[in-house]
């Protein structure tokens, strides 16, 4: 019975392991699959009725689709979950329904924002949009 118990525990434990795991994508790969590319600083974050996230962003710079001054993106809530932070500026990388996750891609915009506690390194992918734009 309890190695029953052990089992079942590592299969539900491997599964919320799995569940919040992403490919590793090179920032190329990152950009060309999004369909919303912009630098944002977060205004307002509020918690939706599904448990997901609306983040909101005053646009900074615009590298990628049809984009207002003023952008709000939801944090996919069965994805893996970015945090912002109100008051920090970061890279946005959303699908066509503006849903957000770790997996979606993600930068800061100023490397001294990096949260020290984050476990999100500081990936590049501004540098590399910036280089494209030039």
Same mark, same amino acid.
């Given at each position: 019975?309890?190695?029953?118990?052990?089992?079942?525990?590592?299969?539900?434990?491997?599964?919320?392991?799995?569940?919040?795991?992403?490919?590793? +994508?090179?920032?190329?790969? +990152?950009?060309?699959?999004?369909?919303?590319?912009?630098?944002?600083?977060?205004?307002?974050? =509020? +918690? !939706?009725?599904?448990?997901?996230?609306? !983040?909101?962003?005053?646009?900074?710079?615009?590298?990628?689709? =049809? +984009?207002?001054?003023? =952008?709000?993106?939801?944090?996919?809530?069965?994805?893996?979950?970015? =945090?912002? !932070?109100?008051?920090?500026?970061?890279?946005?990388?959303?699908?066509?329904?503006?849903?957000?996750?770790?997996?979606?891609?993600?930068?800061?915009?100023?490397?001294?924002?990096?949260?020290?506690?984050?476990?999100?390194?500081?990936?590049?992918?501004?540098?590399?949009?910036?280089?494209?734009?030039?």
């Amino acid at each position: 019975m309890r190695l029953f118990i052990l089992v079942l525990s590592l299969y539900v434990y491997s599964f919320f392991i799995e569940a919040c795991s992403c490919a590793p +994508l090179a920032p190329k790969k +990152l950009i060309e699959q999004a369909t919303y590319i912009y630098t944002g600083k977060v205004i307002k974050a =509020e +918690l !939706t009725e599904n448990k997901g996230i609306k !983040t909101t962003f005053k646009v900074i710079d615009k590298f990628k689709g =049809e +984009l207002n001054d003023v =952008e709000s993106v939801l944090v996919d809530p069965a994805g893996c979950q970015i =945090e912002y !932070t109100v008051g920090h500026s970061y890279v946005i990388l959303a699908d066509e329904n503006k849903l957000v996750s770790l997996c979606s891609g993600y930068d800061y915009y100023f490397k001294n924002e990096i949260d020290k506690h984050s476990h999100i390194p500081y990936t590049g992918i501004l540098d590399k949009l910036r280089k494209e734009s030039n």
